[in-house]
């Protein structure tokens, strides 16, 4: 009697007398003895015997079915696409303060002293607006400023710029803090966007600070600055920013 003997891989479990194997690429039913347990990826040893046309699996080859091919390596993460955007915040709040307290008559933002009434602050406030920021790294920050058409010297003054710890005008008088050279403006003129350090947006952003203020020491020059009473947009502020 003549056998032909052939390595085989099971594609399928056995069901009852049968399993599908892989036999030299051919997808065929083969028989399977008695007492064997046919796993799918099992190796095996097949036999056609005689003049017959049926394969049968007589043992498993090797202990176990071989292990599943591991995944393929996943492609890399696509880099970071970051987000950016621009954030508008209108002041909260604009007041001015000096030795006497809050002016209560208006609420311009003035720097320095007239006829002895006393050394202004002015102040900006932003509010939480720019809290919702947070986690976020601020790449600009302008604001819009103007002079009236009237109060102190016609031609542009020189103005100091002040970082202020609150976002809100406070009982007393504010916090200041680092200080900028900040915009020079005849009487009537208006600057849509004067650049700010960004650091000092970052830093209402974060929540360590909250406005801007006005102040030199000495109270020279005297300067007044539009308040939100004369216009809505006085001292908006556009922050750019990324994440």
Known sequence: MTYDAVRAIATTAKSGSTCSADIAGVITTIEVARDLTVAA??????????????????????????????????????????????LVVPAFQTASHRSSGWRTDNDDVYQGQFGGQGNHAGCAFYGTKPRSLDGATVTSATIRVSRPDAGGANSAQPTTMRLVTQNKRPAGAPTLGASTSGPSLRRGQTVSSFAIPTSWAQAMVDGTAGGLGFFVADGSPYVILAGRGRSSSSFTMTIGWTR
Do not use: E, F, M, N
């Open 41 to 86: 990826g099992d190796a095996l040893l097949v036999l056609k015997y005689g003049g017959r046309s049926q394969w049968c699996a007589i043992t498993r080859l090797a202990t176990a079915a071989p292990a599943a091919p591991s995944d393929p390596t996943p492609a890399p993460p696509q880099p970071h696409q970051p987000q950016t955007g621009r």
